[in-house]
């Protein structure tokens, strides 16, 4: 970063407030996923979590398609950390989190994501300020500017 806050512009990328994203170590692709700087943490819509202790693990399924909850796929990995977490209605969880990579439009960075049931909302996906910080600018009224949407 420079002190030139216009050039420090230049090297983000421009996103919308939905785009889609895959995270290739979990071995999940196209995730439709809104991009809010109202939320500081990143969110994965999961089910089926199950905790492995002796092995610090985590395994959990992932549905890719809200339409058809019989197609899951189940992923498994470390445990980064486990933390409160204030949800969009107020409420405190405790959420598990882990660390990926993830990759929008051909741009791949490592992220933590909490493991939550965010089957009430519209997407699979939330990423954070804290995924957003210093790498991208976020344009309110487009979507899909560094993606291509998933079908």
Known sequence: MTNDPLNDLKDR??????????????????????????????????????????????????????????????????????????SSNGERERRYVIKTQALMGGIPWDIELTLTDRSSMTHLMLLGREALSGMFIVDPGADFLASLPSS
Do not use: M, Y
Request: proline share 4%; aromatic share 6%; hydrophobic share 35%.
């Open 13 to 86: 990328t421009l996103v919308g407030v939905v785009e889609s994203i895959d995270l290739p170590k979990l071995g999940l692709s196209a995730i439709n996923t809104r991009i809010d700087t109202g939320a500081q943490t990143s969110a994965l819509h999961v089910d089926h979590i199950v905790v492995h202790k002796k092995e610090k693990r985590v395994s959990f399924e992932f549905h890719p398609d809200f339409h058809d909850i019989e197609k899951t796929i189940r992923c498994n990995t470390p445990i980064h950390d486990r933390r409160w977490i204030k």
